[in-house]
T-cell receptor, first 112, second 110 residues
Framework: DVKVTQSSRYLVKRTGEKVFLECVQD?????MFWYRQDPGLGLRLIYFSYDVKMKEKGDIPEGYSVSREKKERFSLILESASTNQTSMYLC???????????FGSGTQLSVL | GQQVMQIPQYQHVQEGEDFTTYCNSSTTLSNIQWYKQRPGGHPVFLIQ?????EVKKQKRLTFQFGEAKKNSSLHITATQTTDVGTYFC??????????FGKGTKLSVIP
């Protein structure tokens, strides 16, 4: 089975801190994604990557950046965390475009 | 990403009743996927529909893709408490920008 691992289940940070969320997949998938999930707003795409060192903005990229130096790892970076970035962050991967997504267990980030 | 509307946002049913959630797009889709997220869990893939008018079944779940490939539905027959969760559709239109509906949260009253 595909495994998508997110480094932390819960994270508490202070406003202004730089935050790194890590995601690793073990199935040689081409595509990786970062979503945030908020009640009533569903899953919103922040960034995605279809190849190493490639990245594309999703629907809500403001305040975030990403890094994909290796195929299996996709990092989400909050350069200066703000309270409105408190959310559940979900990483996902897929073998190819338009194929099914495999999600990690999520990171609940609280910014105080 | 493109817009995909999912309705209803919430549905409360008595155990044994049927349940349906709908996904609608203003543009023609290449495929549609359905996911289920249990409370406290992460979305898990259920099925993918690709062909116009396609109907697929998984036990008590029936998935349909519209003839015009602009809408889809998920129907659960005789709901059980294990069906509780949020059901999401994901609409693909040939681009990398993947769009999820906002989801339908299903509650089942025993």
């Amino acid at each position: 089975d595909v495994k998508v691992t997110q480094s932390s289940r819960y994270l508490v940070k202070r406003t202004g801190e730089k935050v790194f969320l890590e995601c690793v997949q073990d199935m040689d998938h081409e595509n990786m994604f970062w979503y945030r999930q908020d009640p009533g707003l569903g899953l919103r795409l922040i960034y995605f990557s279809y190849d190493v060192k490639m990245k594309e903005k999703g629907d809500i990229p403001e305040g975030y950046s990403v890094s994909r130096e290796k195929k299996e790892r996709f990092s989400l970076i909050l350069e200066s965390a703000s309270t409105n970035q408190t959310s559940m962050y979900l990483c996902a991967s897929s073998y190819r475009t338009n194929e099914k997504l495999f999600f990690g267990s999520g990171t609940q980030l609280s910014v105080l | 990403g493109q817009q995909v509307m999912q309705i209803p946002q919430y549905q409360h049913v008595q155990e044994g009743e049927d349940f349906t959630t709908y996904c609608n797009s203003s543009t023609t889709l290449s495929n549609i996927q359905w996911y289920k997220q249990r409370p406290g869990g992460h979305p898990v893939f259920l099925i993918q529909l690709v062909k116009s008018g396609e109907v697929k079944k998984q036990k008590r779940l029936t998935f349909q893709f519209g003839e015009a490939k602009k809408n889809s539905s998920l129907h659960i027959t005789a709901t059980q408490t294990t069906d509780v969760g949020t059901y999401f559709c994901w609409a693909g239109a040939g681009s990398y920008q993947l769009t999820f509906g906002k989801g339908t949260k299903l509650s089942v009253i025993p």
